[in-house]
Structure formats: C-alpha cells, structure tokens
C-alpha cells in the first residue's frame, strides 16, 4: 500500500456527473487494493463495493451516486471507477514526492552480486548468502531472501502489462505502487522475468523454484516449494499454491487460483481455478486425476 497525504474533494470532483459537496477536509493517506483499504486509503471497486474493506471506494455510478458513508466505507460514484482510479492517482503521483522505497538499498556483505548486474540503489533488500548472476536487473521495491540466487539476464521488478483505454483510444498505464518479496532459498532461473505489482506485492514463497524463461506478472503469488518449469508463463493476479508443479511451456490465465499439491501438465492452459490436490492438463487444462503425492 502507497502512504500519502492529500485532499480528495479536488481530485474526484470532475470525474462526478453530478455536482456533489464533498467535505473538504476528507484526505487520501494510501492507495490500495480495495480488500486491503481501510480508513481514509482510496481503492476502486468495478462491482458494488462490497469487496471494499474500508476506506474511500470509487464505485460506478450506476451502483452508488455522489458520496455516501457505507459503515466504514465511502462510497463515491464515477463514470468509470478504474479510470478514474488510474486518472486520480496519477495526479497525486505528478504533484506528490512519495514511495515505500525511498530508503537505501541493503546488499548483505555474504552475498555475491556479479560485477555486470544492476540492483537499484533504493529500495532493495538483499539477504544473507544471495547469488546475483551476470546481467540481472533488479528494480527498487525488490527484496531477495537468504540463501536465494537470481540466475544470468533475470530481470525483477519491472513495471507489469497494464493499461487503462481512454474513450480516444489512448491507453493509461496502471500503476505499479507495490514491489517483489522473494522469500528464502529460492531459485530462479536464466532469462526470467518477474513484475513487480501494482497494488500488492508479487510474492514468491521459501524454497520455490522457477526454471528458465519464465514470466511471472505483477501480483502473481508463487507458494512455498512450488515448482515453476521452463518457458511457463504466470499471468497478473494469479495464485499458484504450495508444493504445486508447473510442466514446461504451461500458462495461467490472469486472476486464476491454483491450489496446493496440484499437477499442470506440460504445455496446459489454465483458464479457471484449480482446487487442490489434483492433477490438470491440455488447453483448456481439464482434471485428469487426484494427486496422490
């Protein structure tokens, strides 16, 4: 979650069809995923708002018009609430010097970071007995568990696929507010490429393992001891359990939920959630069996 500090009313006004009083001393202290919002922090919800915890929701205003207090919710009705989000916290960004990494980047003194990769110099954290191979690129917002190596040309922590299109058909970038937490003994393979994420972090748990030429996205969450094979692509807001396998050249469609103990067979496409404990595989990836390991 972003921490900042400004007022709402000017921000939001003319995105409203509808002339609304809004108190002038409401302020945005954060910007968030609308499951993670709390007081005063400014998410947006495509629905109802009912996938808000809290704080102030931009809903469509077919659902809510003007501003209303919803329990611990303030609801505000836009035209479209996702490009109004991406409008508005684009605004605070050009007029406000904030980031949760701003401070220096740490490099542990048992870490071995080859001569010709690149760690930003704020923002990084990079633990104990960590390898950093030949021509990594690691951006700020990254930190890198104990015992963990980044293999040759990896590049972690680049800005994700994702864009808003205007009515003219000028596409926005969301933003990318959020990092990468690599937990410990992870190993990453040559070529890969790992998002940071947009509201909440990319996360790849302890001891999980991802082979060459893989592409996770911004968000993704890896589990702890999952398998990751070669040339497999994890889409922006997915989920993928613990002690779960991936088979080469696999993909997961984006916001999907694979669980724990699962099988995706080589070359699988997963377009729906997957529960646990079972094997999946083709396009589309389809059950085949429980998993009996």
């Known amino acids: 979650m972003l921490r900042t500090r400004t007022r709402i009313a000017g921000y939001l006004t003319p995105y409203m069809s509808q002339p609304t009083e809004m108190p002038e001393d409401d302020e945005i202290v954060g910007i968030s995923r609308p499951d993670r919002a709390s007081l005063n922090i400014l998410s947006f919800d495509d629905g109802n708002g009912e996938n808000a915890t809290g704080g ?18 303030t609801l505000i009705g836009v035209r479209e609430p996702k490009l109004t ?16 990494y701003s401070f220096r980047s740490t490099i542990s003194n048992s870490a071995f970071v080859h001569s010709t990769a690149h760690i930003d110099p704020t923002g990084c954290v990079i633990g104990d007995d960590v390898i950093i191979a030949e021509n990594v690129i690691i951006r700020s917002g990254v930190s890198v568990g104990n015992g963990s190596r980044i293999g040759p040309n990896c590049v972690v922590g680049e800005t994700g696929f994702g864009y808003v299109r205007e009515n003219d058909g000028r596409s926005l970038r969301f ?6 937490d690599i937990g410990m003994r992870v190993d990453i393979g040559a070529l890969c490429c790992i998002d940071r994420g947009s509201l909440s972090n990319t996360t790849i748990g302890d001891d999980a393992k991802i082979n060459n030429l893989s592409m996770l996205g911004h968000g993704v969450k890896i589990g702890k001891s999952t398998y990751i094979h070669a040339g497999c692509t994890v889409s922006g807001g997915s989920t993928i359990g613990e002690y779960s396998w991936l ?9 999907r939920k694979v ?29 085949i069996r429980d998993n009996g390991h």
């Open 56 to 73: 102030i929701v931009l809903v469509s205003e077919n659902v809510r018009k003007g501003y209303t207090v919803d329990g611990i919710r």
């Open 85 to 100: 989000f991406v409008k508005v916290v684009g605004e605070i960004l050009s007029e406000n010097e904030i980031s949760n």
């Open 175 to 180: 933003p990318h507010l959020a990092g990468v």
């Open 247 to 255: 088979g080469p050249n696999s993909s997961v469609n984006n916001k």
């Open 259 to 287: 669980g724990d103990n699962v099988l995706v067979g080589t070359s699988s496409v997963v377009t729906k959630d997957i529960p646990s404990g079972v094997v999946y595989a083709g396009n589309p990836a389809r059950y």
